[in-house]
Nanobody, 131 residues
Framework: QVHLFESGGGSVQAGGTLTLSCEVT????????LGWFRQVSEKNREGVGI???????SVADSVKGRFTISRDIAKNLLYLQMNNLEIEDTAKYYC?????????????????????????WGEGTLVTVSS
């Protein structure tokens, strides 16, 4: 069974840095598409970035140059390093995985579609950025 558990959220001032972690069990992250998503209350969920099964990361244009996705295969951990945080980055952040390994193209598609295609989700971790 697949489980994902996010950690690392918190409160930070604008311009600050946070690193989120996602502990993944039940799949081998070296072969799986994994993604980071965020949501603000009732707004649509937004794709932040993905790490495809080949280890190639992609991030959304809204965070490009500030956010970086990486993974530790030995620990089955996915990371989201967030630099130069902005107030607009305030959201609950989730990591997610599909039911089966995706090729790179569909993996990026899940990011662009706000998580459609992802079957397993963590509980999320809250990030609050203040001025």
């Amino acid at each position: 069974q697949v489980h994902l558990f996010e950690s690392g959220g918190g409160s930070v001032q604008a311009g600050g840095t946070l690193t989120l972690s996602c502990e993944v069990t039940g799949v081998n992250i070296s072969t799986y598409c994994l993604g980071w998503f965020r949501q603000v209350s009732e707004k649509n969920r937004e794709g932040v970035g993905i790490m495809d099964g080949t280890g190639d990361p992609s991030v959304a244009d809204s965070v490009k140059g500030r956010f970086t996705i990486s993974r530790d295969i030995a620990k089955n951990l996915l990371y989201l390093q967030m630099n130069n945080l902005e107030i607009e980055d305030t959201a609950k952040y989730y990591c997610a995985a599909p039911a089966t390994p995706f090729p790179p193209g569909p993996c990026i598609g899940t990011m662009l579609l706000g998580g459609i295609g992802m079957n397993y989700w963590g509980e999320g971790t809250l990030v609050t950025v203040s001025s």
